[in-house]
């Protein structure tokens, strides 16, 4: 082994999983070079979550840098020639119009961003995944990009890293644990080992499920929670003996049961001939903070695996013997089976970008194996170009508030989103249950009175309409377009619109509490503000002064006008 360094211009801590790797590949690729990588397994990773990771890959989803991601890494995977482009379904059971009402949604996304899902008849559903009952199924969406990342995407990594130190530009270290990060005036200065220390000009975290406790060595506290996600295997299943694959069906999500499955190939492959079956938990998700994880030598498995209670999935596993009757006659394979740990979300997405004490410091968590390289050319461009060439708003760490970075707050959502992985549909207004009432506006309790529609947007409780306000429906309900079906009128008020139409024939009060305020100062924060904003700045910071000199409001409009704005 190489003599430890004591600098470097970029440490990736956890650097032995999908995400770390493909974030010191895109790294090299910009141009990087002097880049130390760390974990505290082995390199690839033989504890954390790529280890045991389903791989899948499905381009489906309502956010567009979700689609993105997932493309790009289906076709990074598969120019390293480790992808079987298998396609996967997606179906809504018989009876199932609340499914099946979401994977035509997913359709009309699925054209919106350019992907090739569409639907198929319960007929095409048997051709492809024989394993079903055709009879139990209504319809559902084929996805022919979806597909396997094989063997595994941990052997991506260790080629990613192996390519990565062969070039010169990385030097790694394996079972080397960070134990402190050093900060110096609000910047990144290095990261302590028992090996030693490195001097960094730059840090990465993509410590996975253990990302948290590095993000704690300097105060601050990532929105993401490890849960339990049960993963079991039936066989043997010799359907696809001899053919060398890694996998013969397309994948199979059954949403509607929050399951999916598919069958890993060729007994002489990685998994070897078995029915795979995966389940997220909807009612009572396992979670499980860092600090409660197990070290290797204390877990059965590995640290991130977790061992598997039939009772957690006799009810939906019984369930999915209906759809797919194969499980039933299968033997369970109980040594096998176990609970994953994958991370969630206390936000609906990863937790991305610069830290928001610590300058230098980057974190990259809560990113499935489906994203992973894309993750990589993200960062890679983020700390490299200052920016990303698509929106990153959604994944960006900046975005959480004070409030959303306590514990408490992050386990209560981490939980409803644990609830969502699979199952319900989520309404994108669906509002949380936990972490509300945070913030009240001084309106608050006159607001209740009056039968507040609340919603909630960065803490504060907000009013999207008012119960007291009905009648102005009997005045504008005809200028005010009925939503016939329940998802478009879901969370939407038809008296909002009232009390918009009323506003713009007479006059109304509007709280603004919940509206972000920010600091602009600085030589150049006029031109700044010239660039941002649609109005004339410096005609703007002449109103402020007028009235910081107590000029009164006939005067101001004698100077800019009375319909100035």
């Given amino acids: 082994m190489a003599e430890f360094p004591e600098k470097a211009k970029v440490v990736i801590v956890g650097l032995g999983g999908i995400v770390g790797a493909s974030i010191a590949h895109h790294l090299i690729e910009r141009g990087w070079d002097d880049i130390v990588g760390i974990d505290k397994s082995g390199i690839p990773t033989d504890i954390g979550s790529t280890a045991h990771a389903s791989d899948f890959c499905y381009t489906t989803s309502h956010d ?140 990465v975290v993509c410590a996975g499920i253990w990302g948290r406790l590095i993000a704690e060595m300097v105060g601050e506290d990532l929105p993401v929670m490890p849960v339990d996600h049960p993963l079991t295997f039936f066989g043997p299943y010799n359907e696809f003996e001899g053919t060398g694959k890694e996998i013969g069906f397309p994948l199979l999500r059954d949403q509607g049961n929050s399951a999916y499955m598919r069958d890993t190939g060729d007994p002489k492959t990685t998994e070897g001939g078995q029915i795979e079956w995966g389940y997220y938990e909807t009612d009572n998700p396992r979670l499980c903070h860092p600090r409660d994880i197990l070290e290797k030598h204390e877990a059965r498995l590995s640290p991130s695996q977790r061992d598997l209670d039939m009772e957690q999935i006799i009810e939906p596993l019984e369930r999915a013997m209906e759809l797919t009757p194969i499980l039933g006659e299968l033997g369970y394979n109980e040594g096998h089976s176990f609970n994953g740990l994958l991370q969630v979300s206390a936000a609906g997405g990863p937790s991305c970008g610069e830290s928001q004490k610590v300058r230098g410091l980057w974190y990259c968590v809560a990113i499935w194996v489906k994203d992973g390289p894309a993750y ?95 009648h102005l429906l009997e005045k504008y309900g005809n200028r005010i377009p009925v939503r016939e079906n329940e998802w478009d009128n879901r969370h939407f008020w038809r008296v909002s619109n009232a009390e918009h139409l009323a506003m713009s024939e007479d006059c109304g009060i509007v709280n603004l509490s919940h509206f972000h305020m920010v600091d602009i100062e600085g030589p150049d924060h006029v031109e700044l503000l010239e660039w941002l904003c649609a109005f004339v700045v410096p005609a703007m910071e002449n109103v402020a002064l007028w009235h910081e000199r107590d000029i009164s409001h006939s005067s101001v409009e004698r100077m800019i006008g009375p319909d100035a704005t």
Avoid at 147 to 166: F, N, Y
Wanted: aromatic content about 12%.
């Fill in 376 to 470: 990589g050319k993200l960062i890679a461009d983020w700390m490299t170009d200052g920016r990303t060439h698509t929106d990153h708003a959604s994944i960006d760490y900046a975005r959480f508030y004070p409030h959303q970075l306590e514990e408490k707050f992050i386990e209560g959502r981490c939980f409803e989103a644990a609830q969502k992985i699979y199952f319900p549909a989520v309404h994108p207004r669906e509002p949380y249950a936990s972490g509300r009432n945070v913030k009240h506006s001084p309106f608050y309790e006159r607001e209740k009175e009056l039968g507040g529609y609340f919603m909630e947007l960065g803490g504060w409780e907000r009013a999207h309409g008012y119960a007291a306000n009905e």
């Fill in 64 to 203: 567009y840098l979700s689609v993105w991601t997932t493309q790009y890494s289906i076709d990074f995977f598969e120019k390293m020639g480790h992808y079987a482009r298998i396609g996967g379904l997606e179906v809504a059971r018989t009876g199932d119009h609340v499914w099946m009402e979401e994977i035509k949604r997913k359709l009309s996304s699925a054209k919106a961003f350019g992907t090739r899902a569409h639907y198929v008849s319960p007929a095409e559903i048997k051709k492809l995944f024989p394993l079903i009952e055709e009879d139990q199924v209504m319809g559902g969406m084929f996805d022919p990009d979806a597909g396997l990342v094989v063997p595994r995407s941990q052997t991506v990594a260790g080629k990613l890293v192996d390519a990565a130190e062969k070039s010169g530009k990385l030097q790694i270290f394996g079972n080397t644990p960070a134990t402190a990060l050093l900060v110096e005036n609000g910047r990144i200065k290095g990261v302590v080992t028992h090996r030693g220390t490195i001097m960094a000009d730059h840090v």
